[in-house]
């Protein structure tokens, strides 16, 4: 405290002192007195506000944990995806006897999007979610998956430390508890638990922060319930929290995947299927995002968009705020009919103002090189050296490193934001198979993404 305020408050301390005893006191001296008290008590409050903001720097995060589950759900994927294959003549892998010609077990079938009899995704893994940096299938056990587990409860502990984190790509609550580890105690956690298909989203929080102001709950519009069952995709999550006294609503969200940016010929209004599915996620998520300012102060979006938001701020070609009936003015509403070609600018028009949210620039840890290659994924598609830079154990470790998740908050709330970065997994994000006997059990990569931290002081 400023000294000038240190020897003012003896002073009024003094004043009253006085007040107290049963000495006559002249009325204008006890009036003088009186405001002197109301000073101190405001100076007071002032100096408590300004200690408790001090300690009141709060660590967001997200991770995509790649289909993660728990170690009860190993069982019935291990044995199933141990099995022999052959496939038929319509592409489909069917199940046959170990040791038939051309047969392979599910863990060597590395095709993408495989189809396997009796691997139903919306409720077990690919059979080929680890693979080796040739991309050779690796056979799971349940001490590989032990040692993951632990070292993603590490990862929490000492390098992500968030008070608030949202998850994508979880079988459920018991699948963040066991990734919590020794540290679950700590955490009130929710996911929406057996509905949907098995990449699920959730949200983990210190239980210092007290428990939710408005309990979690699923978008499911997002999921688009109209579509064929194969082709309906994640919900949104949202949760309320009171943050130092502020009420803070978050929404979690994974988007359909595999329509990432115009540079990598991926246009939301193309001719794309996955692009399709995704554009039609465009309308229920600006309708969640219309409703995140009502009766809270501050909102804060994050998660997996699989989706380049920072091209689509940037306008890069194929990614231009227009629709497809030559409409530039996104906050107008839109037909159902009517396709739009920027995602992030539609649904963040900032109608009505208390939607209006702000796209929070992330940076990588690492040599100059590493975050140089960082900031320029934002405006162009890397090179393939760039991008091994980034995807290196030396860099940041993950297979996706750039480019699908992100953090935004609302305009309330993006002054109080003091920094936001990627949290490099370094050599815990490579998969190696077994090579007994010196390595018995091989190496799962804890995740394909890397956490996002936020820091954020309220």
């Not at 790649?66 to 009860?72: C, D, K, M, P, R």
């Amino acid at each position: 405290m400023h000294p000038d305020h240190v020897a003012r408050m003896a002073t009024l301390s003094g004043d009253a002192n006085l007040l107290a005893t049963s000495q006559p006191v002249h009325r204008d001296y006890r009036e003088e007195a009186m405001i002197a008290i109301r000073y101190l008590a405001f100076l007071l409050a002032s100096i408590a506000t300004c200690t408790s903001a001090v300690g009141e720097t709060l660590r967001l995060a997200t991770w995509n944990l790649g289909w993660h589950v728990t170690h009860a759900e190993l069982t019935p994927w291990i044995s199933q995806c141990s099995k022999a294959y052959a496939k038929d003549a319509d592409g489909t892998w069917k199940l046959v006897p170990s040791g038939t010609p051309e047969s392979k077990r599910g863990w060597e079938i590395k095709e993408s999007r495989a189809k396997l009899e009796g691997v139903d995704l919306s409720v077990m893994p690919p059979c080929a979610v680890y693979t080796t940096p040739t991309r050779e299938g690796i056979l799971v056990t349940p001490n590989a998956y032990t040692a993951r587990s632990t070292q993603i409860g590490r990862l929490l502990t000492d390098d992500i430390k968030p008070d608030v984190i949202a998850f994508q790509e979880v079988s459920g609550s018991d699948a963040i508890r066991e990734a919590l580890g020794a540290a679950s105690a700590d955490y009130y956690v929710c996911s929406f638990n057996g509905a949907y298909k098995l990449q699920r989203l959730a949200f983990a929080w210190k239980k210092a922060l007290g428990e939710a102001e408005e309990e979690c709950s699923d978008i499911k519009a997002l999921s688009l319930p109209n579509l064929p069952d194969e082709d309906q995709v994640r919900p949104g999550y949202l949760v309320t929290l009171k943050l130092a006294g502020k009420r803070v609503r978050f929404m979690t969200v994974h988007l359909k995947s595999s329509c990432v940016s115009p540079t990598e010929g991926d246009v939301l209004d193309g001719t794309n299927n996955t692009c399709l599915i995704l554009e039609q996620q465009v309308a229920p998520l600006e309708t969640a995002f219309e409703k995140l300012g009502a009766g809270v102060d501050h909102f804060v979006v994050l998660g997996d968009f699989n989706r380049n938001l920072w091209h689509e701020f940037n306008k890069v070609d194929g990614a231009e705020a227009i629709r497809s009936d030559g409409e530039t003015d996104l906050t107008k509403p839109r037909a159902t009919d009517i396709s739009t070609r920027n995602l992030l600018l539609e649904v963040n028009d900032g109608a009505p103002a208390s939607s209006a949210a702000e796209l929070l620039p992330i940076t990588c840890p690492g040599t100059s090189d590493i975050k140089a290659a960082c900031e320029a994924s934002k405006k162009i598609k890397l090179s393939d050296a760039e991008r091994k830079l980034l995807s290196a154990p030396t860099g940041l470790g993950c297979r996706n490193p750039i480019g699908l998740d992100f953090i935004l908050v609302s305009k309330s709330l993006s002054p109080a934001v003091r920094t936001v970065s990627k949290v490099a997994i370094g050599a815990l994000g490579r998969s190696l198979a077994a090579k007994p006997p010196a390595h018995p059990e091989p190496l799962l990569a804890v995740s394909d993404h890397c956490p996002i931290v936020a820091e954020i002081d309220f």
